[in-house]
């Protein structure tokens, strides 16, 4: 099946400072790309869906100045969680599909703990 | 009523037993039917992908679709304590931007 890689895989930072997560597709080219968080014994949520080449669409609730969405090519997506408190600490994973008619393939995870 | 319905359970089973995973869901828009399996603090891993009625088998998995009732199964047989993990559900759409719609995931423990 089709490879998606995080990293990190897991990061920890002070209250008010940024965060940047990168979700590749490795052996495909992923046109669309997604970000969920996932909080322990919970399902997972999507934030938002990123097209590349176009501006990321986020779901009701998620704010977008606080989570900046970039799909600036064909394998790459990142996620900066900007001044990020206590309150974001997540489990956040990426994935990524081909096509439409393609299935969504996940990236591990990052772990993201807000001191 | 929630677009996807799956009872997170807990299921226990002892080794060998065949397990029944199942989701029921509401929007007839959906035409393609995955089951992830996700261990602790990993990402969800692609299991079964179906797009029709039916039966679909990959080893000790099947895949059941019955769009006439909207319900989706996941079989296991001859489960093993490696297979202790929560298993997702999941629907789509097929339009451009849309996003797999999720059950809430039944978290399995299958005992030696």
């Known amino acids: 099946g089709a490879v998606v890689s995080q990293h990190p895989s897991r990061v920890i930072c002070k209250s008010g400072t940024s965060v940047k997560i990168e979700c590749r597709s490795l052996?495909?080219?992923?046109?669309?790309m997604f970000w969920y968080r996932q909080f322990p014994k919970q399902s997972l949520m999507l934030m938002a869906t990123?097209?590349?080449?176009?501006?990321?669409?986020?779901e009701q609730g998620v704010e977008k100045d606080k989570f900046l969405i970039n799909h600036a090519s064909l394998t790459l997506s990142t996620l900066t969680v900007t001044s990020a408190h206590p309150e974001d600490s997540s489990f956040y994973i990426c994935?990524?599909?081909?096509?439409?008619?393609?299935?969504?393939?996940f990236g591990p995870g990052t772990r993201l703990l807000v001191l | 009523q929630k677009e996807v319905e799956q009872d997170p359970g807990p299921l226990s089973v002892p080794e060998g037993a065949i397990v029944s995973l199942n989701c029921t869901y509401s929007?007839?828009?959906?035409?393609?039917f995955m089951w992830y399996r996700q261990y602790s603090r990993k990402g969800p891993e692609l299991l079964m992908y179906t797009y029709s009625s039916g039966n679909k088998e990959d080893g000790r998995f099947t895949a059941q679709v019955d769009k006439s009732s909207k319900y989706i199964s996941l079989f296991i047989r001859d489960s093993q304590p490696s297979d202790s993990a929560t298993y997702l559900c999941?629907?789509?759409?097929?339009?451009?931007?849309?996003?797999?719609?999720f059950g809430k995931g039944t978290t399995l423990s299958v005992s030696s």
């Open positions: 990123s097209n590349e080449g176009s501006k990321a669409t986020y």
């Open positions: 999941a629907m789509i759409v097929p339009q451009a931007g849309t996003a797999l719609i």
């Open positions: 929007n007839s828009a959906f035409q393609y």
């Open positions: 994935s990524a599909r081909e096509g439409v008619m393609e299935t969504q393939y």
């Open positions: 052996d495909f080219q992923a046109t669309t």
